[in-house]
């Protein structure tokens, strides 16, 4: 198996754009149940726990990747400085380093601000829409995220 394959950066930011747009829905849904990870409905244990706090960490990598990318990309997502897709980029990107943190101290930021079902509401329509948005601009820029 050739590994530089899959290692290129173009595939990277495609696996890590790709784990972050599913990472918004279902954080998206978790909030909108109370702030439970989804997973923890189907399961519980010690090997339900390790998975979810190595999907929190693989998280906080993919964010923290797709910040450097579009830091080396001269602050450019999807070829341009678009106010409103920066500010959807940036609700991913906090959202992966929060979970990341998360898995990595088990303590998760967000949840400690607040657990008002009101406002995990309210983030969960911004995760969703901040997904939609960031989905909408790759399919426009030919499946490209950074140039």
Do not use: C
Request: proline share 1%; aromatic share 18%.
């Amino acid at each position: 198996m050739n590994l530089k394959k899959y290692t290129t950066k173009k595939n990277l930011d495609k696996y890590a754009f790709f784990w972050s747009e599913a990472r918004l829905v279902l954080a998206a849904l978790a909030l909108f149940f109370g702030g439970k990870p989804i997973i923890l409905f189907f399961g519980s244990g010690m090997f339900v726990s390790s998975i979810l706090n190595l999907s929190w960490v693989i998280s906080g990598i993919a964010a923290l990747y797709l910040l450097y990318r579009w830091n080396a990309n001269h602050k450019k997502i999807f070829g341009k400085k678009d106010a409103k897709t920066n500010f959807a980029f940036f609700v991913s990107v906090v959202s992966g380093i929060n979970l990341g943190i998360a898995g990595i101290l088990a303590n998760n930021i967000g949840m400690l601000i607040s657990s008002n079902r009101l406002i995990f509401f309210v983030v969960g329509i911004l995760y969703l829409w901040s997904a939609r948005q960031l989905f909408v601009e790759f399919k426009q820029n030919e499946k490209r995220i950074f140039n």
